[in-house]
């Protein structure tokens, strides 16, 4: 099988931002998702929120201008933009479990043609499980976007029929952004959208592990 | 750019039509939204259902929308006045429906439909009139009463200051309802006294997110 | 049967004042209960909490200095004492449910000797019930104290074997102020602890609807 | 005259023994309430059980209090630090025990515990391995998990402001698991950066209300 290359992860993120509308409030996960705020001009107004209390995240702080006091959920250094606003964890997870974010953006290990995702834990003994607000926010976004490289390091499809690793919540994928391809999660299964420049349909179906409409 | 100003009650109030559920704020006549309730009046609405915790009460608009005859039940846990109501005959002839509820429960059961919570048990009322039918279990000893979170259509809700994302403040004991209820309608209309400039509301004072209101309305005032 | 003369509506709320120690949180109810604020002096720091979100309420405002959105639950006009805080009714009534206030002094239309008590409605049709804040009060305050008068305007004792009014809440109340008499309610039962000046042991028996021991 | 102010970490400390249950606020290094956490481990306790968010992280006292041999338990959403700690040594020799509660449901299970719910229904969790074992229940067509209170004997919590009275103000993004914490613990005890005279803090600002705090130590600086 030949190297198949597709986006780069600064060119995923970008992809996946100019699908986020304006006016629309999202939480990103912790690594590739937080990349997705650099592609977001900051004239379009899109409302970052973190799950340990800030809506209304800001870019990072110019040298100089830190404070301590302003992280975000992946324990960066953060401003906040006009607008925003801090919160407790109560009032935070009540913005994540009642229904008020439009999108969570978040990282996986796999995404089943259902819409169940794991992105929490491998399941391997002898490695503390780690959840955070995984599945808080896999419950409770109005939509998941799942961003993702398209293959395991060990070559292993990570969109599947249905997945083995522990599950972080059950259908509520609704799009995966990857390195190969868009592709939706609908009722009758994963449905390819659209790829990579130079990658092909047959190159993105022949790496993921259920049928592509 | 998100910009939830709306220039009249007209617009603030669009969409509200016969049978809506309604929140309406405030404790007494502090932080009622009385310009937006007397806007309800003029849409001359009937089958309301309005959850709000004084809805008996003599005072700001809702005794008119009551005896428009706009309201077909009321959930609260004080509809009583200093005199007889419009309310009062209106429950006698059985022509409005009431459901009571402790208002710590009624706090508790509208917070729960803002933060995701679908059901909780709480021991107030166990063992009383208003824990009739209800299901209850006991937890470390204690009889509890299973209590549903309470949403509603919409919510009006009477803000001290507000910005164009809808970020709220309130004044004295003018919060009261009006931030859980901003939290646990499908659409949010706030009044405010003053309009402020984004940015200009302290990030750790902010009572409710913007998130959660989706009109603002400002009366006599420009953003 | 004469009539017996006992406390003054004032001395009763002087009279249960005198027991709340510095330092307490205390609700008074509607009514002859936030009579008792009164005989508290403002250098016994007690902390007085008022359902619609207050903790910390002070003294009626002198005359023009009243701020129409500082209101008590009963709609009066308060001001707050230094070290006062407002919250929403869900915090508000966290403090009340989440067993935090060390007293609630409310009224009565009847106390059992179990502590059940009843004082939201009377059950009679045609009169709209209105409950308020009385039973997450009566279920959630650590002690609850009723201040009422000893017998009911129609000559009925008020202090019961067990209540025909609709209950608040069960097995809550641990004393009773009247204008007879001090009552402990114990898990034997009432206890006569104190009668008003002028007023005997046989007198408060005679008018109460179970054993005083 | 209410002073819950303190002289010293040992003062704030007093009581806690071994099999005590601790909260522990913050989240990452922000809001931890260092000072607290570093004087319990002067005390060389036994059979501590911990609820703190980011429990097995490498920064703050807690790693030393794990390495100690202090901690029998650990409630936590996120025991994960970037390279491997003594946490994950203990726990692979089984000489600690870990529950792990999604976050959300972390910060619900706390507040429920200082607002006086027993219990309450979540989706979160539902279908997963966090929710094996757990009662569920159909809930509007959506399965829910039956989920308990979490209180604990005491709570060592940190704030920005503090006055005589216990009333609290946080900062930044340290807010996070301190008020909740605060109310849900039958001994709460706060540092504090700043002592302020009473009267001194907006009570329109006040974030944890001095009901809920038993002790506050202000290092370096007298009220």
């Known amino acids: 099988m030949t190297e198949i290359k597709g986006w780069s992860r600064p060119d995923m993120a970008r992809r996946l931002a100019a699908d986020i509308p304006e006016g629309w409030a999202v939480n990103l996960g912790i690594g590739l998702p937080t990349l997705v705020a650099?592609?977001?001009?900051?004239?379009?107004?899109?409302i970052f929120h973190s799950e340990n209390g800030v809506l209304g995240v800001g870019p990072a702080p110019a040298p100089g201008q830190e404070d301590p006091w302003m992280i975000n959920a992946g324990?960066?250094?953060?401003?906040?933009?006009?607008?925003?606003?801090?919160?407790?964890?109560?009032?935070?997870?009540a913005v994540i479990r009642g229904r008020h974010l439009d999108l969570a953006v978040l990282g996986g290990y796999q995404v089943a043609t259902n819409g169940d995702f794991a992105n929490w834990s491998t399941g391997r003994a002898g490695e503390a499980p780690a959840v955070g607000g995984a599945m808080d926010l896999g419950a409770g976004a109005k939509q998941v976007w799942v961003l993702m490289e398209h293959v395991a390091k060990d070559g292993a499809a990570k969109l599947v029929e249905s997945c083995s690793y522990p599950l972080t919540a059950r259908g509520s994928v609704t799009r995966v952004y990857t390195d190969l391809a868009v592709v939706d999660v609908t009722p009758s299964g994963f449905l390819l959208r659209e790829c990579a420049p130079g990658v092909s349909r047959a190159d993105v179906q022949a790496v993921t592990g259920a049928p592509l409409a | 750019m998100i910009d939830k100003?709306?220039?009249?009650?007209?617009?603030?109030?669009?969409?509200?039509?016969?049978?809506?559920?309604?929140?309406?704020?405030?404790?007494g006549t502090v932080g009622q939204p009385d310009i937006l309730v007397d806007g309800l009046i003029a849409r001359g609405l009937r089958g309301l259902v309005?959850?709000?915790?004084?809805?008996?009460?003599?005072?700001?608009?809702?005794?008119?929308?009551?005896?428009?005859?706009?309201?077909?039940?009321?959930?609260?846990?004080?509809?009583?006045?200093?005199?007889?109501?419009?309310?009062?005959?209106?429950?006698?002839?059985?022509?409005?429906?009431?459901?009571?509820?402790?208002?710590?429960?009624?706090?508790e059961r509208i917070r729960a439909a803002g933060v995701g919570v679908p059901a909780f048990y709480t021991p107030t009322a166990a063992g009383t009139a208003l824990a009739m039918g209800k299901e209850t279990r006991m937890i470390n000893g204690q009889e509890s009463v299973l209590e549903y979170a309470l949403d509603a259509?919409?919510?009006?809700?009477?803000?001290?200051?507000?910005?164009?994302?809808?970020?709220?403040?309130?004044?004295?004991?003018?919060?009261?309802?009006?931030?859980?209820?901003?939290?646990?309608?499908?659409?949010?209309?706030?009044?405010?006294?003053?309009?402020?400039?984004?940015?200009a509301l302290d990030p750790e004072h902010v009572m409710t997110p913007g998130l959660f209101v989706q009109r603002v309305f400002v009366a006599g005032s420009a953003p």
Chains 1, 3 share one sequence.
């Open chain 1, 38 to 46: 650099n592609h977001v001009p900051l004239d379009r107004e899109v």
């Open chain 1, 75 to 93: 324990k960066q250094l953060i401003t906040l933009r006009p607008g925003a606003s801090l919160m407790g964890q109560a009032d935070s997870f």
């Open chain 2, 5 to 27: 100003f709306v220039p009249s009650v007209e617009a603030a109030l669009d969409g509200i039509g016969d049978g809506a559920s309604l929140m309406i704020g405030g404790f």
């Open chain 2, 50 to 107: 309005v959850i709000a915790n004084n809805a008996g009460g003599d005072f700001g608009g809702l005794p008119k929308l009551i005896e428009q005859g706009a309201i077909a039940k009321v959930i609260c846990s004080y509809p009583r006045a200093t005199g007889k109501t419009a309310f009062d005959a209106l429950l006698a002839a059985g022509k409005i429906e009431l459901e009571i509820v402790p208002q710590g429960t009624l706090a």
């Open chain 2, 153 to 199: 259509d919409f919510a009006l809700v009477q803000a001290w200051e507000a910005d164009r994302w809808g970020n709220l403040t309130y004044r004295g004991t003018g919060r009261n309802f009006n931030p859980i209820m901003a939290a646990a309608a499908r659409v949010t209309i706030a009044t405010a006294h003053h309009a402020r400039p984004l940015g």
